[in-house]
Structures are given as structure tokens and as C-alpha cells.
């Protein structure tokens, strides 16, 4: 099914309604009006406070929901399209556990912030080009090898986590390290933002211009190649992008579980299974979903909630419901 | 001749499948291979599309050297349908037959109208418009099989290689599928080549058979000349009688095994038992 005109306007004008419902919600009141004056759309006076709040603390935070929504519902879609296989995630190949790694060292080093989200998203990197040498060889079940390959790389960044969190001080450094493995975007400002905006930025816009590739590469190696498909090239960039993405919203928002597995399946559900709606319905769905759930993390309780912990107690009662609807099946 | 073979030899590892396999296909002909499991017809058809490369020979496409074509020329000339297809998220009849055009279709492109028309125009001729919104997974076998020849037709393809075209397809379905692709092969011009394990369609629906044995050199030429009770019964290394079904047309033959000698004595065996 082709989204008609209807659906995609609801598609790109929803993330952008709901990036301006959760600049309004927060702990510190802001009326509409004063929102509107800072952005000097209507003239008044407003408070210095007011103009800190909503411009160095919610709009880089909403802006960074937006983004790792978006970057892990693609990067989910695109790996599942490439896997053949729609109970995959975008950390399927290691990035996650490899760039929380890479966070975790630099939280034990105490590096700069910018130092940590470059060690997060190198070792994001790392991993998932481990994954892929370990399942270099030829012909065969090389998809499989390369899920087994992930499989292993994931779990020794795991271990090596735990490693961190072990010599890591109990007092001071353990708790950060634990808390931003959890996810949340609580610290996010502009300097992240322009670290990891650009390379989602790309990364989508790759995945978004191969979406109708992804189908032919769906059919599987042998039939993909019979259509004259270079499937080794499309797969490097097809991997290559999605892992840039993933790399990139771990090293600002930690691991957010769930995302990346839970939002292609609803755009699915809505869309169908073609790619070329699909990629672009769950970067949206997902942005939306996110900045949901951050609303939630920042103003459900007086602490803040970390991200995975939503994400989960929320999604996976949904996906639940999900499958009981459509009986497992995925059209 | 459209496409052609020789001396292909292939062996994965020390395991040889095939070797000396010499044939060609003309324009608007059907050849059929035949051969027992594990003949190497299913290999043999990966060779001449370039998804596999024969340790010797060469295959040539209108004369040239496939090794030297690009990956696209080959999608675009040679159309292929694989034995088993399966479809992991149920794309619909229109969106599988889309796919088909791959080769048609820049890297960052989306389909355009026109390769939306051509698909379409390939679901019609295999017959299944009125399905042609149907998700893919809830076809019947036979629909299913059509689809998949749909997405390859889709290419505009000048040679169509089919893996087991009729497996697992009731008798009518099966009739199905070879009325389509005789109507092709007659109407289009359009060159197939397809593996069968019906030895009646090679007498039926080919002008020319090939046929695979590991114990012996594999035989090419017209149906009626080489499909002899004694070739056939090598290849399939079983008695065979071959019996003419309908007066009025020679080639209406079809390849009678003999069971009873391969199996009798376990039979009456059992039928004893059963007394």
C-alpha cells in the first residue's frame, strides 16, 4: 500500500506537532505564550529562566528524541529488510553493546563529553566491523553467519561492560555508568547534537535512497543476484548506514532498548511490507514514539525515568497485543 | 542461438557434479533437462545466468562470453526462477513482480510508471490480475509458481530458466504452467529453458531435451530422436517402456518406469503378508 497524500502529510506533521507539545511539558511551568515569545513569534517579555529552560535544556532534548527515534526505527526496518527476518534489531550485528562500551570507558576515564560519544561511537563501529570479518567467507549461509558473528560480538562487549562496571568506583563512577547504560537523554545539548545529528542525518538519508533496494535484497542473496544485484556493495552500505545510525544514537542517548524492533513492526502493520513506505514511516513513527516516551521519562515522576526502562515496560505489552492480533504473522 | 554451452564442467570442491555439458538454445525454444536427483540440473542453470562459475567451458549469451557481460545485462536478458521461494513479509503479487525489474531500476531509484506498467503487464500474462493485490504467502502453490515466472517476466527477459517449474503442482496447475510457457515461447519469441522430473513434458512441451547422468555423457537433441527407452532408463537408471498416448499426435509420449520390476519384490512381499 502507497501512503496517500492524507497520510504522509499526518506522517512528516506529527513529529513536528509533537516536538512542540513536549517543548511545553516539563516540571517548570511555560505557558504557550511565553513558548511562542521566545521563539518571537509573539511579542512580550520573558523571563531569562524561561528562555533557558526551552532553549538550552527542552528544545535540545526534544530534538535529540526526535533523532534517536528516527535513527533506531530506520536503522530496525533496514536490518530487518536486510535479514530477511522481521524479529531482528538494529543492534543485531553488536553496535549497541559496542558503542556502551565505548561509553562506559569513557565515564570510567572521566574524558570530556564530546570524548565519550566519539569512544561510543568508534567502538559502535568496531564491534559491528568485527562481526563482519568474523563472517567473511564465501557463498554458503553467509546471512546466518553474520547474525551468529553479531551474536558473539555482542556478547563480548557485554562482558566487557560488566567488566568496566566491576573496576568502575561504586561511589561515584559505577552509579553514572549504570544510569547511562539505561538510556535517557537528560544531559543532551546542542554539542551532542551536532555530533550525532549529521551522521543520523546521513546515515537515514543512504537508508531512505536504497528503500526500494531493500526489497530486492529481501528476496534473498542468490535471487537478488540473479536480478543483476550487486548484493555485497548494497549490503556493505546498507550495513555500513545502519550501524553509523544505531553507533551514533547510543553515543548520546545510551542504550534504548526496543525502538528499533517495535516501530518497524507497527509501520507494517500500517503500510505494508514494501520498504519504500516502510523506511519512511517508521523514521517517523519512531520519532514520535520516542519523543513520547521521553515526555513520559521527564514528567511522570519527580526523578527522571531512564529510557529503557519506558521503552520496555511499554512497548513490550504492546507488542504483546501486536501479536495476538495479528497472530504472529507480519503483513 | 540466444544462448549457448560448452563443455561446461563443474564440481563443488572434489565432489564433481557435471561434466562435458554441451547444448544451445535457439529463439522462441524450450529445452527441457532432465536427470535424477542430484544430476546437477538445478547447478547447471545457476552457471548459465552467472550465479555460479563452471570450473571449465564457457556459456555464451548472443555470442559473447557471460564472464565478460555486465551483472545487469544478465538480469535484464535472462529471467530466472528459483526451485523454492519463499517470501518473508508477504509482499503483494504487484510489489514481487516489481522486483523483478531490479535490473531496470537505478540504485537510489524508486520504480518508475513505466516499470509499474511492465509488471503489471507480466502478472496479466501468467493470468493472475485478478490477484494481483494478493499477498504473496497466501497463494496456492500453483498461483505462487506463476507469481515468481510473473517477476521474472517482468525484466522483459529474452530466456527464461526455470528450476522445476511443475514440482509440487497438481496435474491441472502443472498444465497451467506449461500452457504459459508455451504461449510465451510461441507468441513472444521468448527462449526456455527449465528442469523438470516429468520426463512426458520434455516429449510434450520441448523442442529439445537435455539430459544429465553422472554414469554416462550427457545427450542433447530433439526429444523424439534421443529420449529412447534405453537413454531414458540410463538416466533415471530404471527400466523404463515408452508408450505413445494418443495416435493422432507422435509426440504425445510418455515414459511408463517399471515399477513392479524396482519395487515387486517388496510388494508381493507384502500383499503375502496381508493374505
Same mark, same amino acid.
Given at each position: ?65 526526535? @533523532? ?58 568496531? &564491534?559491528?566491523? *568485527?562481526? *563482519? ?32 562496571? $566491576? ?34 542525518? @546521513? ?69 505494508? #511490507? ?17 519523543? *513520547?516516551? %521521553?515526555?513520559?521519562?521527564? +514528567? ?11 521503552? &520496555? ?12 492480533? +495479528? ?5 | ?7 561446461? *564442467?563443474?564440481?563443488?570442491?572434489? +565432489?564433481?557434479?557435471? !561434466?562435458?555439458?554441451?547444448?544451445? =538454445? ?5 529445452? !527441457? ?9 538445478? +547447478? ?35 529471467? $530466472? ?11 503483494? =503479487? ?12 537505478? #540504485?537510489?531509484?524508486?520504480? !518508475? ?51 522445476? #517449474? ?39 512441451? !520441448? ?28 538416466? $533415471? ?18 515414459? =511408463? ?5 524396482? =519395487? ?7 500383499? %503375502?503378508?496381508?493374505?
Amino acid at each position: 500500500m502507497q501512503p496517500n497524500r492524507a497520510f504522509r502529510l499526518v506522517l512528516w506533521g506529527l513529529p513536528v506537532l509533537l516536538l512542540g507539545v513536549s517543548l511545553c511539558v516539563g516540571r517548570y511551568r511555560l505557558p504557550l505564550g511565553d513558548m511562542l515569545s521566545v521563539f518571537g513569534l509573539v511579542s512580550g517579555e520573558v523571563k531569562d529562566v524561561a528562555k533557558t529552560v526551552l532553549l538550552n535544556i527542552r528544545l535540545p532534548r526534544s530534538l535529540a528524541a526526535l @533523532l534517536v527515534g528516527a535513527g533506531l526505527s530506520i536503522s530496525g526496518a533496514a536490518f530487518q529488510g536486510l535479514f530477511r527476518n522481521p524479529l531482528v534489531g538494529p543492534s543485531i550485528l553488536g553496535v549497541a553493546q559496542g558503542a556502551g562500551f565505548g561509553s562506559a570507558l569513557g565515564l570510567l576515564l572521566g574524558v570530556s563529553m564530546l570524548s565519550v560519544n566519539l569512544l561510543a561511537f568508534t567502538f559502535g563501529i568496531a &564491534a559491528v566491523f *568485527c562481526a *563482519c570479518f568474523i563472517a567473511r567467507r564465501r557463498g554458503g549461509k553467509s546471512l546466518l553467519m553474520l547474525v551468529l558473528a553479531g551474536i558473539v560480538m555482542g556478547a563480548v562487549f557485554t562482558a566487557l561492560i560488566s567488566l568496566i562496571k $566491576y573496576t568502575a568506583d561504586p561511589e561515584d563512577k559505577l552509579p553514572t555508568i549504570v544510569y547511562w547504560l539505561m538510556g535517557g537523554l537528560s544531559g543532551v545539548g546542542y554539542r551532542d547534537l551536532a555530533f550525532a545529528a549529521p551522521i543520523i542525518g @546521513l546515515g537515514s538519508f543512504a537508508l531512505l535512497a536504497l528503500r526500494w533496494r531493500i526489497n530486492v535484497l529481501s528476496l534473498g542473496e542468490e535471487m537478488a543476484r540473479s536480478f543483476g544485484e550487486n548484493t555485497k556493495l548494497l549490503r556493505f552500505v546498507v550495513i555500513g548506514a545502519a550501524t553509523i545510525v544505531t553507533a551514533a544514537c547510543v553515543s548520546v542517548a545510551g542504550i534504548v532498548g526496543w525502538v528499533g524492533l517495535l516501530v518497524p513492526h507497527i509501520a507494517r502493520m500500517l503500510f505494508g #511490507p514494501d520498504h519504500s513506505s516502510l523506511l519512511p514511516a517508521s523514521l517517523s513513527i519512531g520519532a514520535c514514539y520516542l519523543l *513520547c516516551i %521521553d515526555g513520559v521519562a521527564r +514528567t511522570a515522576t519527580s526523578a527522571e525515568i531512564p529510557l529503557s526502562i519506558l521503552t &520496555a515496560l511499554l512497548g513490550a505489552p504492546f507488542f504483546a497485543w501486536l501479536l495476538g492480533k +495479528t497472530g504472529g504473522r507480519w503483513t | 542461438m540466444i544462448l549457448s554451452a560448452s563443455r561446461l *564442467c563443474f564440481s563443488f570442491g572434489e +565432489t564433481p557434479v557435471f !561434466s562435458d555439458v554441451t547444448f544451445e =538454445v535457439a529463439p522462441g525454444e524450450i529445452v !527441457s533437462v532432465i536427470g535424477r536427483n542430484g544430476a546437477g540440473k538445478s +547447478t547447471l542453470l545457476k552457471c548459465l545466468n552467472g550465479l555460479l562459475a563452471p570450473n571449465a567451458g564457457r556459456v555464451r549469451l548472443d555470442g559473447e562470453n557471460i564472464t565478460r557481460l555486465k551483472h545487469k545485462t544478465l538480469g535484464r536478458t535472462i529471467g $530466472y526462477v528459483p526451485q523454492h521461494d519463499e517470501d518473508t513479509f508477504g509482499f503483494s =503479487v504487484l510489489e514481487m513482480a516489481l522486483m523483478g525489474r531490479a535490473a531496470h531500476i537505478g #540504485p537510489f531509484s524508486q520504480p !518508475s510508471p513505466c516499470d509499474i506498467r511492465a509488471a503489471e503487464e507480466a502478472v496479466r500474462r501468467v493470468g493472475l490480475e485478478s490477484m494481483i493485490h494478493r499477498n504473496f504467502n497466501e497463494l496456492s502453490g500453483g498461483q505462487a509458481q506463476l507469481a515468481v515466472i510473473a517477476r521474472a517476466l517482468a525484466a522483459k527477459p529474452r530466456l527464461l530458466l526455470l528450476d522445476e #517449474p511443475t514440482a509440487h503442482l497438481d496435474i491441472r496447475n502443472q498444465a497451467q504452467v506449461l500452457k504459459v510457457l508455451c504461449s510465451l515461447s510461441r507468441q513472444q519469441g521468448l527462449s526456455v529453458l527449465m528442469t523438470t522430473h516429468s520426463p512426458d513434458h520434455a516429449f510434450l512441451f !520441448s523442442d529439445k531435451a537435455l539430459m544429465l547422468c553422472k554414469e554416462s555423457p550427457p545427450v542433447f537433441g530433439k526429444p523424439g530422436q534421443v529420449m529412447t527407452a534405453e537413454t531414458v532408463g540410463r538416466v $533415471y537408471g530404471m527400466d523404463v517402456k515408452i508408450i505413445n498416448v494418443d495416435s493422432r499426435f507422435p509426440e504425445a509420449r510418455t515414459v =511408463v518406469p517399471d515399477w513392479f520390476g524396482a =519395487v515387486g519384490q517388496d510388494r508381493r512381499r507384502r500383499n %503375502d503378508h496381508a493374505a
